[in-house]
């Protein structure tokens, strides 16, 4: 006999939402324990911490009415995970990014903005996805993108994602708050934010430098 969970859509998708909480801080505590013991490199280690951070940063966002306290959360689901709390909800960038910008304070900032960079380039990826298509709801998350990136000075001014971020909040400026991208339009938004995160991703390596 099944058992269901949920009696409706709503609860259903909430229950989807503490399915997906709960994957990402184990995620996250296997990665921290297999970079401590260094079976996982930093080149691979960082760019999948700072993915699972950005996701976390966005779930629970979802989540804050229903899920207040990440702790109690996982000390409700048996979740022993002390590792990834620590870089979920205490420090909040890569330990390599931890570690490269201990010694100063403005290399810090950027640390943080690294990770808030990364954090706007899924939720925005993650929207369109969603067919959250309406200009109203893609301008600030692609203007919250564009801000991000133009603090980190790691980052070239011909930056690729830079360039292609001005050039779509132009273009979304020149239309009305309830248009709505077509499917062309969305599918090129979202190869666009995919081709600027990885070579995003690509620039990292040089951030401590």
Known sequence: ?????????????????????????????????????????????????????????????????????????????????????NRLLVSGVPATVEHRTSASAPAAMSAATVAECVQHFITAMDSLKLNMVAVDQVHPLLSDLSGSLNKLSILPSDYEGKVKMKEWIGRLSKMGAADELTEQQSRQLHFDLESSYNSFMAALPNAGN
């Not at 960082?46 to 629970?60: D, G, N, R, Y």
């Open 1 to 85: 006999m099944e058992v269901k969970l949920w009696n409706d859509k709503r609860e259903r998708e909430m229950y989807d939402n503490f399915a997906d909480l709960f994957a990402i801080i184990k995620t996250m505590d296997k990665l921290e324990k297999a970079y401590v013991r260094d079976t996982v490199s930093s080149k691979e280690y960082e760019p999948e911490c700072l993915k699972l951070i950005a996701q976390f940063k966005t779930l629970t966002s979802t989540l804050k009415d229903t899920v207040p306290s990440v702790e109690r959360f996982a000390e409700t689901y048996k979740l022993e995970c002390s590792a990834a709390m």
